[in-house]
């Protein structure tokens, strides 16, 4: 059992949890709120939980230090970005006690971030760890967290959708130092991320299958990959090979870097430079991996398959790459209406002018003495040939029939 004393101007707790006393203060001068906290601890001890107090004593310093050693226990390569969202959490959220962390608060924390110019998709990554904090804290042995708010996730309308037509890469290509062609190459066909080519080695190809392989462990997922390399990508190679045996010193790396001494170091700036000289406008590398995949799906390659060449592991993610372009959308135009002129009595027929509105509201037998003003016939088909005027429409029969009624109106 607890009990209620007051000491100064505010009501204490004291109340048995396991054999071990605690104490809590009320906050209040209410001998009615003292008791009604008092039989909440103690419903909470009956349920076999930790009175809340002892969750007052958890701040959010301590849920960050536990995500980060998380991060830095099993390695994740992207521990870099997961100090960056807490960076900023902190700013806000230090000092708060883990009870405080509420929605309301949190609504607060996202209105800061986006009036200091944060997208979306950044407060999302951030909101993502905070989550992830209160998971872990309610998760742990004794738990830190005794329950974990709302969090509102922010609708995201920044996906990047840049892409490459052949012509543009191939122009591209041609500006471009000697020493970045094949690099870039390799990447339009693949779809590998900048950093595995970067770190590609020759112990990671074998150059008589014509076979490159990653190493589980060595790709951003974890996830090994093999990739066979069509008749270009294996010249490419067999010149990067020829050119390593006439450097003076043996380069471990595939594609080294300007002075052929090294691992590729940072080329944005010829990058950028070749992205002028060939007219394409500015564009990211990152542009390379969204083309070689919506290729490989123009090109009919199973998408399980595609996904094991370009190192996607999740669905949605490989979706987001299959860009539509408008060459794509002219496409579908032109497939539909070849289809649609080889359907039997599906035939393109042009309307040079409707007639009034009030023409439209008439009965079928009033718009079928109508029919010759706007150039239809009752018993044939016209074509585009039948009709003078150089500002038409066209129409096709079904949608004839929608206008003037079956044929049995047009006898």
Known sequence: MGMIYK???????????NGKPYYESTGSDKETEAKRLLKKREGEISDGKLPGVYFDRVK????????????????????IRAKKSTDHLRGYFEGFKVSRITTSHIQNYIETRQDGGASNATINRELSALKRMLNMGARQTPPKVDRVPYIPMLKENNTRKGFFEHGDF????????????????????????????????????DREQGIVRLEAGETKNDQGRTVYLDEELQEIIKGQWEGRKKSEKLIPYVFPGNDGKGRM???????????????I???????????????????SIPERV?????????????????????????????????YLKGRDGYKT????????????????QTRTSRMPEVGIEP??????????????TSFTTPALIRLYGRGQDCQ
């Not at 191939?170 to 094949?182: F, H, N, Q, S, V």
């Not at 170091?265 to 002028?276: E, H, L, M, N, V």
């Not at 406008?281 to 123009?298: I, P, Q």
Request: charged share 35%; with cysteine.
């Open 379 to 392: 018993t044939r088909t016209r074509g585009p040939e039948d009709f003078e005027s150089s500002a038409s």
């Open 7 to 17: 000491r100064g101007n505010s009501y204490w707790l004291k109340y048995y949890r």
């Open 306 to 338: 595609a996904m094991m060449v370009s190192g996607h592991k999740t669905r949605s993610v490989f979706e987001r790459y299959n860009i539509v372009s408008d060459t794509d959308l002219r496409e579908a135009a032109q497939r539909q209406e070849t």
């Open 170 to 205: 191939i122009a591209l290509r041609d500006e471009l130092p000697d020493y970045l062609k094949g690099f870039v190459t390799f990447a339009y066909k693949t779809g590998w991320r900048v950093s595995e080519i970067e770190g590609l080695t020759w112990g990671q190809v």
């Open 60 to 79: 959010y310093e301590e849920l960050e230090e536990d995500f980060l050693r998380d991060y830095r226990i099993n390695q994740k390569k992207s521990l």
């Open 349 to 364: 027929v042009t309307i040079s002018d409707f007639g009034k509105k009030k023409g439209f509201r008439q009965n079928a």
């Open 265 to 279: 170091k940072d080329f944005r700036g010829a990058w950028a430079k070749a992205c002028k000289e060939a007219g």
């Open 281 to 299: 406008g500015k564009r990211l590398f990152h542009d390379l991996r969204r083309t070689a995949v919506r290729n490989m799906v123009r090109a």
